[in-house]
């Protein structure tokens, strides 16, 4: 079927003076509105005004121009359907074979700084989305376009077969309904996060194609990453790669753990992950001896590992984290000699974050067969936790800092966990261990003859005292965890007998 008549009317203006002149060398007739019009005008193409197809001049600043029957009956009468066809006759409708239209900029808008809710709420485009999905509705009969980057494969197939394929014109009204659903879901959620519904009757999100993937966890498995519209800058969707291979399905999944975690810590610091886990971290007084720290705490984990900075990158730690094999290495910010160093490995990928926007807090999405869990980030701090000493004796100054080190990075260790913390490093990490003195054991047999003199952080309570048991024997002084169980007692009890102090945060940092 010949394209006779369009209909274009974009807010995204790239390519549409070339891809119009090449419409009407074709013998297509063009309708225009508003500013597509006064841009193609300008460039010396004679277009049709909407109102002279409506008989309805433009209202109310624009709000009201393309919804009327001489625009959507010509998009939605079925062509080979006598009735309609009668109707379009009858009523002096001509038909539109292709629409070209893109939606105002409600999203640029509102991710302006103090963007006026007014100014957010006259960028929701109406008529736009209506003629897209009427157009798509039709697609068999109408062409439609909402991305730029379709108008060569429009403009060759009619060039080539005079009219374009079933196939394109079904793939262009699938494209249609994506970006529409994408469109509304962006504006869904902005008025209800303005309304503070936190669990809505019904949760639409979107997310778009930031790259495909050479395959997922596993060889086998086909893999795409996704980026949410407005989301942190402070994540792997947002990161620039300076340098080095793509990233991997696993390498953005072991780059967000690592994030996750140095997020932690406003003073400098280290983070080694592998596997989703950490196997190092270390804070300091620079950002060298936060990494000399994080490797020192497992130099054999921390191969094929990511490591996350939280500040710049210097010469003297480029030069250290140069003599290991590291898949990822992310920071705010390289020096120019540390981008010499680590760029000289041709495959290390170099990542730098926004760290400004660190504290933003998102909802948790987790995907289950035919569901999705969402929850609120686990952002809790043991500032906001109610602690208490319920052991005779009281942490000294040192173990306080152990204790919260290990208490700020077992939150981030899959259950259940144990960390052992010693002069701001972890020495020892037990993770996903189906029962707790297992994963004490672990990391207290990782930590060795380190263990002495050490802080213990548990994500969960203890059942029974034998955590605390295996911890005295190693040498642990301090612990920290949620408390709760019914058998507390025993373990306030065995760590009195040993005489470690004893934490209890009222907190369970539980993490599958």
């Not at 005004?49 to 919804?67: A, H, N, Q």
């Not at 109406?126 to 009969?141: E, F, T, V, Y």
């Not at 002084?477 to 019914?486: E, L, M, V």
């Amino acid at each position: 079927m010949a394209i006779k008549r369009a209909l274009v009317s974009v807010s995204n203006k790239e390519g549409i003076v070339p891809f119009v002149k090449a419409l009407i060398e074709q013998g297509v007739e063009v309708i225009s509105t508003g500013g597509t019009k006064s841009t193609l005008e300008e460039n010396g193409i004679d277009v049709i005004g909407i109102s002279e197809v409506t008989g309805f001049p433009e209202i109310m600043d624009g709000r009201v121009k393309t919804l009327h029957p001489n625009i959507h009956g010509g998009l939605l009468a079925v062509r080979d359907n006598e009735e309609h066809m009668s109707t379009l006759a009858q009523h002096d409708i001509t038909p539109i074979d292709l629409v070209v239209v893109n939606l105002y900029p409600f999203q640029q808008t509102i991710s302006k700084p103090d963007v006026e809710f007014a100014e957010a709420i006259e960028n929701i485009d109406i008529g736009g989305p209506s003629m897209l999905r009427s157009a798509a509705k039709n697609h068999q009969s109408v062409t439609v376009i909402v991305d730029p980057s379709d108008y060569e494969t429009v403009l060759s197939e009619l060039s080539e077969h005079g009219e374009v394929t079933s196939e394109t014109k079904r793939r262009l009204g699938a494209k249609v309904f994506r970006h529409t659903a994408a469109y509304d879901a962006v504006i869904a959620e902005y008025l209800t996060n303005m309304t503070g519904e936190e669990s809505p009757e019904s949760l639409t999100v979107t997310f778009e194609k930031k790259q495909d993937l050479r395959y997922g966890e596993n060889p086998h498995q086909k893999a795409a990453f996704y980026k949410k519209p407005l989301g942190s800058v402070f994540s792997v969707a947002a990161a620039t790669q300076l340098h080095g291979k793509e990233l991997s399905y696993n390498n953005i999944n072991d780059a967000n753990a690592a994030l996750q975690i140095v997020k932690e810590f406003t003073e400098p610091a280290a983070v080694a992950v592998k596997h989703m886990n950490p196997c190092g971290v270390g804070v300091g007084a620079s950002i060298t001896e936060a990494f000399d720290k994080a490797y020192a705490a497992d130099p054999t984990s921390i191969f094929g590992g990511i490591v996350a900075l939280n500040g710049e990158v210097n010469e003297e730690t480029a030069t250290k984290l140069h003599e290991i094999f590291l898949e990822i290495v992310i920071a705010p910010s390289y020096s120019e000699k540390a981008l010499e160093i680590l760029t000289s490995k041709k495959n290390i990928r170099l990542l730098t974050i926004d760290f400004s926007t660190a504290a933003k807090v998102e909802k948790s999405l987790t995907s289950v067969q035919g569901g999705l869990l969402v929850q609120d980030e686990d952002t809790l701090s043991l500032d906001e936790a109610n602690v208490s000493i319920v052991t005779k004796r009281e942490p000294t100054e040192k173990e306080w800092e152990d204790l919260k080190l290990a208490w700020s990075v077992v939150k981030h260790v899959k259950s259940n966990a144990i960390v052992l913390a010693k002069d701001g490093m972890t020495i020892g990490v037990g993770a996903g261990q189906m029962n707790r003195v297992g994963a004490a054991n672990i990391a207290i047999n990782q930590a060795g003859e380190k263990a002495e003199g050490s802080a213990l952080g548990s994500d969960a309570f203890f059942p029974m005292n034998d955590t605390v048991e295996a911890a005295a024997k190693a040498g642990v002084t301090a612990i920290i965890q949620p408390g709760g169980s019914i058998r507390d007692e025993d373990s306030i009890t065995k760590a009195d007998e040993y005489g470690i102090t004893m934490v209890f945060t009222g907190v369970r940092h539980f993490k599958h």
